[in-house]
């Protein structure tokens, strides 16, 4: 379980238990931290300004695709223009949490972007299924 994990490696965890977070590898062509944990100090940071780790492409992209999923877990419609933004960022790991995000908010306006990345021939597989599932 996340917490057993949580308890073998003290402060770093592979999954947060609030948002059952996937770590994966990027793209080879990703400059981002291919693989990175988040420590508590780190997660408790971008719950603190998820926004602005989402936004900063010097956080990394698994700071940058947690920030994304915590937009959805906050839900606000409000948060659905930022998020369909990265759905174009250079991390497939940031794209498929910003679908994840925008399925959990589940507005019109998230579910037509989600339709859109299925529609789009070139987007990555991973981020496909997030949109697929996404939708239900």
């Known amino acids: 379980s996340a917490l ?3 308890e073998r490696i003290n402060s770093e965890v592979l999954v947060n238990t609030e948002l059952e977070f ?3 590898e990027d793209d080879e062509d990703d400059e981002d931290d291919d693989f990175y944990f988040l420590n508590l100090d780190d997660i408790a940071a971008v719950k603190e300004a998820p926004i602005e780790y989402l936004t900063n492409l010097e956080k ?3 700071c940058r695709a947690y920030a994304a999923e ?3 877990i906050i839900g606000s419609e409000k948060l659905v ?6 759905l174009k960022d250079k991390s497939e790991l940031v ?3 910003a679908a994840k995000a925008l399925g959990n908010i589940g507005s019109y306006s ?7 990345i299925l529609e789009n021939d070139n987007e990555d597989e991973k981020v496909c299924i997030e949109a697929v599932r996404s939708l239900g």
């Not at 998230?110 to 859109?116: E, F, T, W």
């Open 4 to 6: 057993e994990a949580l």
């Open 22 to 24: 996937d770590f994966y």
């Open 60 to 62: 990394g992209s698994t």
């Open 70 to 72: 915590y937009l959805g």
């Open 81 to 86: 223009y930022i998020l369909v933004k990265y």
């Open 95 to 97: 794209r498929s949490h």
């Open 110 to 116: 998230a579910m037509d972007a989600l339709i859109g």
